[in-house]
């Protein structure tokens, strides 16, 4: 499995970005997905996940009710929306695909085991 993760770029607070990340097998739907980041001497984090079909999500709580996670399977396509962007949001994002189908949805980083390439996103105050 192949995600490519694109969308990152370099934004003013208080702005806004769309992440997406395309799977390259169709068994996409199959498997809950999530968005991870990681900053310069930080560890990975989870900011948002979501589960096969897309009726559920979790958030990180420093980006609640500004990020919105979505999916659309028939384009085996996973977006981040971020908004209200602030300069601590500043990391390298990855899409990642939990490791079996049987996982309904999960923020637990092993739980992953297909990582993106990472895109970046940086926020200036």
């Known amino acids: 499995v192949q995600l490519q993760a694109s969308g990152g770029g370099l934004v003013q607070a208080g702005g806004s970005l769309t992440l997406s990340c395309v799977a390259s097998?169709?068994?996409?739907?199959?498997?809950?997905m999530g968005w991870f980041r990681q900053a310069p001497g930080k560890e990975r984090e989870c900011v948002a996940a979501?589960?096969?079909?897309?009726?559920?999500?979790k958030y990180a709580d420093s980006v609640k009710g500004r990020f919105t996670i979505s999916r659309d399977n028939s384009r085996n396509t996973v977006y981040l929306q971020m908004n209200s962007l602030k300069p601590e949001d500043t990391a390298v994002y990855y899409c990642?695909?939990?490791?079996?189908?049987?996982?309904?949805?999960?923020?637990?980083?092993?739980?992953?085991?297909?990582w993106g390439q990472g895109t970046q996103v940086t926020v200036s105050s």
């Open positions: 990642a695909r939990t490791t079996s189908v049987i996982v309904v949805i999960t923020s637990t980083l092993h739980d992953y085991d297909y």
């Open positions: 097998r169709r068994t996409f739907s199959s498997y809950a």
């Open positions: 979501i589960s096969k079909t897309g009726g559920s999500t």
